[in-house]
């Protein structure tokens, strides 16, 4: 990296109110070593699948992980232990006899980025306001019968400290507690809040790009595709992160991550593929960890298209993957082969991987759907690695059958929208859980009471491919109301060998997050789920 370079990004890393994009640096030809600040933490990820950090709209992965260090949430699974789910803003919850009703007590003393008191009455307006802006993730809460006639009736203020919850649909109270730790459960300061807002919106078109939590950061920038920084906050409940500042650079070659990392011009590399991972062996700066995630890759058809909407197509699809060649590739050591639903190594998960490549049997299929001679498709994906390599294996694979595949590669700000308007034939998409448990992933996969195009379902994947069965709907249903947790693992086991025969899903592989750190950084918390990335404790 040339001089006048290098003095540009660390300015960037001391100055986190200057757009910055990586992309635009050049190549790196000079070999002095550059050093980040010792208290900022700088990290290199493909953040282009950011479109808002509004927590009532989240949805995506990096902002999904931004807002866990943002803003504190109801309930949590705190860095420390990331197999107990704990109070976060409430620092304890009753529930009713019958079940229906959960009482919630808020901690004292805790107070937002702004100085303003945390609250009950914040917490009532944050949930309710998830409700009244109706964006994608509403369906976590609403699958509780909440809606915008009864949020006042069902999010109530009892007192300055006490808020009561009441559940109209047949969930469970375990449910509604886990919801809440999922990101829409995240508590805004309403007064800060309140005092942007424009025309009734709520402040939804100023909190998209600012902050308004309690948590451990809080938001300074987010440009997109350049760079997001957030800021240590000094009073918070756990005591000030090790470091003062975070700065999240949007690189998207993995190549360019690498030869950062290794030249000491960020900390941390988060999308390192193997292959360039592998390149990094021996280098004594330089530790290389992997993270189970329970990321699940997925190939979906729209059940709406002509030709991949065909029972007998999907079923085909299934036949149509090189899994292990995949794996044993380009995918080695990050990602391994799963075929249901609901990520491994979590509870109510099937371990069974029924299919892999057979052509034979695929053409098979596709002549009973009518489709012997194949067919023309396109297959919608994101742009970042290894997204593209997948989509390129499975046109090759595609191609064997007869089928042509046309790949479009979009980033996430332009893909997600088109498949929340159900306007792809074929996508190689990413899903991580809302929340820890397996009501999470069914309700997606399995669950759509309404498949009309109106009910706007955004977030269920059900409803994205225009897919609905009145059986699976009832054994959704039937397992998120069942008390019993060995009866709930049967139901959740038969839903997805269920899916796996006959759904629009075919589920390909579960993420092992590389993550490659520069020696001296420590402490860096990355749990199974999307939003389970915690920074206060990480240090260097």
Do not use: C
């Amino acid at each position: 990296m040339n001089l006048g370079l290098k003095k540009k990004f660390k300015k960037i890393a001391l100055f986190a109110g200057i757009a910055f994009a990586v992309s635009q640096l050049g190549p790196v030809v000079n070999s002095v070593q550059a050093a980040t600040p010792k208290n900022t933490l700088v990290i290199a990820k493909n953040i282009s699948d950011i479109i808002t950090l509004d927590p009532a709209e989240v949805f995506e992965f990096t902002a999904g992980e931004l807002i866990a260090n943002i803003y504190d949430r109801v309930m949590m699974f705190e860095p420390e232990n990331l197999t107990k789910l704990v109070g976060g803003v409430a620092e304890s919850y009753s529930i009713s006899a019958d079940g229906k009703t959960v009482t919630l007590k808020i901690r004292p003393g805790q107070k937002f980025h702004s100085g303003n008191p945390v609250s009950a009455e914040d917490v009532v307006y944050s949930l309710q306001r998830v409700i009244h802006l109706n964006k994608t993730p509403v369906f976590i809460f609403t699958q509780f019968g909440w809606s915008k006639e009864n949020v006042s009736e069902v999010i109530k203020l009892v007192d300055s400290s006490t808020v009561e919850l009441t559940i109209k649909s047949d969930l469970s109270a375990a449910i509604l507690l886990n919801s809440l730790q999922a990101g829409i459960g995240s508590v805004v300061d309403k007064k800060l809040v309140m005092s942007h807002e424009k025309d009734g919106d709520m402040g939804y078109d100023w909190l998209k790009n600012h902050s308004a939590g309690s948590g451990a950061f809080s938001l300074k920038v987010w440009k997109a595709n350049e760079l997001v920084t957030l800021e240590a906050n000094p009073d918070y409940r756990h005591g000030a992160p090790k470091l003062k500042r975070l700065v999240m650079q949007h690189v998207a070659e993995a190549s360019a991550q690498r030869l950062l990392l290794e030249k000491g011009d960020i900390d941390i590399a988060r999308n390192l593929p193997p292959d360039q991972a592998a390149g990094l062996k021996g280098n004594s700066d330089i530790a290389v960890d992997f993270f189970p995630k329970a990321t699940l890759v997925y190939l979906a058809a729209n059940r709406e298209d002509k030709f991949v909407g065909h029972p007998k197509v999907q079923e085909a699809l299934r036949y149509l993957v090189d899994y292990e060649g995949m794996t044993s590739s380009f995918l080695k050591g990050q990602y391994k082969i799963h075929q249901a639903f609901w990520p491994s190594g979590l509870w109510g998960s099937l371990e069974d991987t029924p299919f892999s490549l057979n052509v034979a049997k695929a053409k098979a299929l596709l002549a009973e759907a009518g489709y012997a001679d194949g067919f023309k498709v396109s297959i919608d994906t994101l742009t970042r690695d290894p997204f593209g390599q997948i989509a390129q294996s499975i046109q090759q694979t595609l191609g064997q059958a007869g089928i042509e595949a046309e790949i479009i590669l979009s980033e996430g700000k332009t893909l997600w929208p088109k498949y929340r308007a159900r306007k792809h034939q074929l996508i190689v998409a990413i899903w991580g859980p809302d929340y820890v448990d397996p009501h999470s992933n069914a309700d997606s996969f399995a669950h759509n009471p309404d498949n009309r195009f109106e009910s706007k379902l955004t977030g269920k994947l059900a409803w994205r491919n225009a897919w609905s069965d009145a059986a699976v709907n009832k054994m959704t249903e039937q397992a998120s109301a069942e008390v019993d947790v060995s009866k709930r693992t049967e139901i959740y086991l038969a839903l997805q060998k269920s899916l796996q025969q006959d759904s629009p899903f075919s589920v390909l592989f579960q993420e092992n997050e590389l993550t490659a750190r520069r020696a001296n950084v420590k402490g860096l918390v990355s749990g199974a789920n999307f939003d389970l990335v915690f920074y206060r404790n990480t240090s260097k």
